[in-house]
């Protein structure tokens, strides 16, 4: 089967940098995507990580080791508008799974 | 082009009757999949529809089920509702389906069982 872990709440201040750790137990893996969504919102596509290393993305950044079944998401100069619910999923064959999410509150 | 749409987006419905919600993928897109999220939880994946054909599913009771018609667009029913049944169901479309690192998502449909 297939297993994620992320954090459930992150909170961090305007302007900071903030990361989201993922971590995964999965077969047949091909990638890990990120999705954000905003309460009440649907999810949206943010990033996706098919090989080992860094992908940017303005100020949006996700990471991927395979040999560490580990990922994460990097945010930089947090914006009041970054405040949302941040899911990684694991694309498998024929497949995604998503992990439970993390919320983030931004703070003036 | 048009996004995911998914009716009615909100439904209030009472124990033990059957519901019926509608997706209509981005145009092209003969993927649909169905997911149930509630308040602090991931999104549970229910089923996958490509091309008519239910693909994949999720551990879900056989209450939940669905179709896709010729035009892509897709229902899921749920009968015999129960309250645990509350929650967001959401609809994501693709091109390649469950293993397409980005998938559109609709609004979804809040439904509430009283």
């Known amino acids: 089967g297939q297993s994620l872990e992320q954090p459930s709440e992150v909170t961090a201040v305007e302007g900071a940098i903030v990361q989201i750790n993922c971590t995964y137990q999965t077969s047949g893996f091909y990638g890990l995507s990120w999705y954000q969504q905003h309460d009440g919102g649907a999810p949206t596509f943010l990033s996706y990580n098919g090989l080992d290393g860094l992908e940017e993305t303005g100020r949006f950044s996700s990471f991927l080791s395979r040999s560490d079944s580990y990922g994460y998401l990097l945010l930089q100069e947090l914006q009041m508008k970054d405040s949302a619910s941040y899911f990684c999923a694991v694309i498998g064959a024929g497949k995604s799974t998503f992990g439970d999410g993390t919320t983030l509150t931004v703070k003036p | 082009k048009a996004g995911v749409t998914q009716t009615p987006r909100y439904l209030i419905k009472t124990r033990g009757q059957q519901v019926t919600l509608s997706c209509s993928p981005i145009s092209g897109h003969r993927s649909v999949s169905w997911y149930q999220q509630t308040p602090g939880q991931g999104l549970q994946f229910l089923f996958e529809?490509?091309?008519?054909?239910?693909?994949n599913k999720g551990n879900f009771p056989g209450r939940f089920s669905g179709r896709q018609f010729s035009n892509s667009r897709s229902e899921m029913n749920v009968s015999t509702l129960e309250l645990g049944d509350s929650a967001l169901y959401l609809c994501?479309?693709?091109?390649?389906?469950?293993?397409?690192?980005?998938?559109?998502f609709g609004p979804g449909t809040r439904l509430t069982v009283t």
């Open positions: 529809y490509f091309s008519e054909t239910q693909r």
């Open positions: 994501a479309s693709s091109s390649r389906g469950q293993d397409s690192y980005e998938q559109y």
